[in-house]
């Protein structure tokens, strides 16, 4: 195997296929679309309860307008977030605010004050069994009510507790309550089928749980696509975003990586054409090219590309995107329990594993390394870094473990990018993998998504938000 640096790559090899027309419906529509697709904003309502000043005073009224400030800065922060209501209770009653909640997606409560008995805990009540996702923000000295809170959550509502003087925990929340809506509004290309556990290969199932579209894509619509797109336009997409930005090529010629490239164009003209943020495909390994350029290119700009028609880990992939901001890495792990490690690798990775607005991470252009053939990627993960491991399976429960890089090989025993994670006990993982709860065929046993940071917490709170079950995989 030898490989070359990149001003001998260049000369190697001129294309000298001559241009193919676009499809004319394909290319309005490209031209047309926002890119990454855009979403509108996510209405989430705010409510104050409990008294302010008087003989119990707990929270000044001025409170009210510290909370609305801060509202408003994390609003225009996130961007895609947009807070309505804003009622006292009292004077305002539980069952009027109500009335006003058909439209948002998300109710966040205030606890101001709890002296007085459990009547803060009864107006809040009323409005948690609306079924909206809900959040409790309750501070230090805003008086005795939080004693009736933890009950919610043993009953099943959905609604997150937060009793904390830490203002930051709202942002977490919010970020966290646009992904069940989020979900709502999600169209899935699912090419040539999907895999994984049953209910997530139903589409029927996952649009009733989670409301996401699958869209079925055939294998000849992706070539159709592919043979459309501009050979000049694969041309300066592989030039502008791989060749130039690789660190060395090792085994692809030239004309492999803008094949690769032009078959992310395909895609991402098929995914404006049907309005989606996501693709999975069973046949990237196939013909017209291997979609791991494709895919790691639309991980990186914050939409969804998903190997092996993987439903499980896609869905993962999408809820972390909405309420972490990160891509995720399906990997095919394996133990070291000698070196108390679960090993990370597979052949398509984003190189922008902190989100779409990080640094690209350094990476080689290969070959996939179970064919020798076509075009993947070599992505050098940050050592040190906390990753969350994580599969949401049978649309209900959520695989998840936590670790850290402690290296990072490159072994041809293994897919290209390969990175070691620490983990808290790597022979009770490896004996407990699945947690008793993930049966199936290998997809589904094997995948796991790997998410950079511990979101572990975060995830447990998401779970009481959309009414899933969390399995440590310890």
């Known amino acids: 195997m030898t490989s070359m640096n990149r001003r001998e790559f260049l000369g190697e090899s001129a294309v000298g296929a001559s241009a193919v027309l676009l499809a004319a419906n394909a290319a309005r529509a490209a031209e047309n679309a926002p890119w990454p697709p855009q979403m509108p904003p996510i209405k989430i309502h705010q409510v104050y309860i409990g008294r302010t000043g008087g003989i119990y005073l707990s929270r000044p009224t001025a409170e009210i307008e510290k909370f609305e400030n801060y509202l408003t800065q994390l609003e225009n922060q996130l961007g895609d977030v947009k807070f309505v209501g804003g009622e006292l209770i009292p004077p305002a009653d539980a069952s ?55 009950r919610w959550q043993k009953e099943g509502k959905k609604v997150v507790l937060l009793p904390s003087s830490d203002w930051s925990e709202i942002d977490k929340v919010v970020k966290l309550m646009r992904v069940a809506p989020r979900m709502k509004q999600t169209k899935i290309l699912v090419i040539r089928g999907p895999q994984g556990t049953a209910a997530a290969c139903s589409a029927e199932q996952v649009k009733k749980r989670l409301g996401v579209e699958c869209i079925p894509i055939t294998v000849e619509e992706t070539l159709k696509m592919h043979e459309q797109v501009d050979i000049k336009e694969a041309e300066a997409e592989a030039e502008r975003y791989w060749i130039s930005k690789a660190q060395k090529i090792v085994e692809p010629t030239r ?60 869905l993962t992939m999408l809820m972390f995107s909405y309420g972490f901001g990160v891509p995720g890495f399906i990997t095919d792990p394996v133990f070291d329990v000698a070196k108390n490690a679960l090993i990370h690798f597979h052949c398509t990775s984003a190189t ?41 399976i049978n649309l209900d429960t959520m695989l998840l473990s936590t670790g850290k890089i402690f290296d990072v090989t490159h072994d041809e025993l293994g897919c290209r990018t390969q990175f070691w994670t620490e983990v808290a ?43 899933f079950k969390v399995v440590e995989e310890v």
């Not at 943020?277 to 350029?293: D, I, Y």
């Not at 064919?371 to 969350?388: A, C, F, K, P």
């Open 352 to 392: 922008r594993m902190d989100g779409p607005s990080g640094e690209r991470l350094p990476f080689t252009i290969r070959n996939q390394s179970d064919s020798e053939q076509g075009v993947s990627l070599d992505v050098e993960n940050r050592i040190g870094q906390m990753v969350t491991c994580a599969k949401f």
């Open 255 to 314: 004309d492999e990586i803008i094949n690769a490239a032009r078959f992310y164009l395909a895609i991402k003209n098929l995914m404006i054409r049907e309005g989606a943020h996501a693709v999975t495909s069973s046949n990237c390994m196939g013909a017209p090219a291997k979609g791991c350029l494709a895919f790691s290119k639309l991980c990186d700009i914050g939409l969804v590309g998903a190997c092996e028609g993987d439903m499980d880990s896609t």
């Open 96 to 150: 009027e605010v109500v009335s006003k909640l058909d439209n948002a997606d998300g109710v966040i409560l205030f606890h101001l004050s709890g002296h007085g008995g459990d009547a803060p805990s009864q107006a809040m009540s009323h409005i948690i069994d609306k079924g909206l996702q809900t959040a409790v923000f309750s501070q230090p000295f805003s008086g005795h009510g939080w004693m009736y809170f933890p």
């Open 425 to 467: 006990d790597a022979q009770s993982m490896f004996l407990n993998w699945g947690g008793g709860v993930l049966e199936g065929g290998v997809m589904a046993l094997l995948h796991r998504a790997v998410f950079y940071g511990d979101h572990s917490q975060a995830v447990r709170n998401l779970s009481h938000l959309m009414g």
